[in-house]
T-cell receptor, first 114, second 114 residues
């Protein structure tokens, strides 16, 4: 059981390049999330999808777009990468959005923008 | 809006010392509370959660946390830490009802020395 799978694990981009981070879960969860983790800042929510067909902005959505492709997959796109987007990105999923259902996290994507 | 404060940024303890990490949240309604752990180079894993009932909850690896509603606190404790507990610890909260994602604190880095 793979849980939450993120690809790629590492990526280096030049400023202005575009990139899509992929996330897939095999737990039949309804809700999926994208976070970024920066030193001293904890995890900040970028976008989430409470259920297939819906997406909502989180705390730091600027410069990002998302697509909930189907129930399993939730991708994050950087249209024009900026150095401020250098971060570790985590995808997570939960059975339901909100409530007491814990989130399950992927291993992260370490992204560097030069 | 919900917020979570973790006052200890970095805690250094010797093996066998007792641990208490502080977590306070700001929210007017009923909440669910979580503690996650992130070992070096790994993804976040759930340690324990509280959503109702006994305010003292026990989690994995000997950790426990106590919900004190009057203090808006959910502090994490362990009687005797081990070197393997070296990690970053995150407190998180969401609304008990409704479809809201988790809000994370900025994390506390724990270093356990032999």
């Amino acid at each position: 059981n793979a849980g939450v799978t993120q690809t790629p694990k590492f990526q280096v981009l030049k400023t202005g390049q575009s990139m899509t981070l992929q996330c897939a879960q095999d737990m039949n969860h309804n809700s999926m999330y994208w976070y970024r983790q920066d030193p001293g800042m904890g995890l900040r929510l970028i976008y989430y999808s409470a259920s297939e067909g819906t997406t909502d902005k989180g705390e730091v959505p600027n410069g990002y777009n998302v697509s909930r492709l189907n129930k399993r997959e939730f991708s994050l796109r950087l249209e024009s990468a900026a150095p401020s987007q250098t971060s570790v990105y985590f995808c997570a999923s939960s059975e339901l959005g909100g409530g007491n259902q814990p989130q399950h996290f992927g291993d992260g994507t370490r992204l560097s923008i030069l | 809006a919900q917020s979570v404060s973790q006052h200890n940024h970095h805690v250094i303890l010797s093996e066998a010392a007792s641990l208490e990490l502080g977590c306070n949240y700001s929210y007017g309604g009923t909440v669910n509370l979580f503690w996650y752990v992130q070992y070096p180079g790994q993804h976040l894993q759930l340690l324990l959660k509280y959503f109702s009932g006994d305010p003292l909850v026990k989690g994995i690896k000997g950790f426990e946390a106590e919900f004190i509603k009057s203090k808006f606190s959910f502090n994490l404790r362990k009687p005797s830490v081990q070197w393997s507990d070296t990690a970053e610890y995150f407190c998180a909260v969401n609304s008990y009802s409704g479809n809201t994602p988790l809000v994370f604190g900025k994390g506390t880095r724990l270093s356990v020395i032999a």
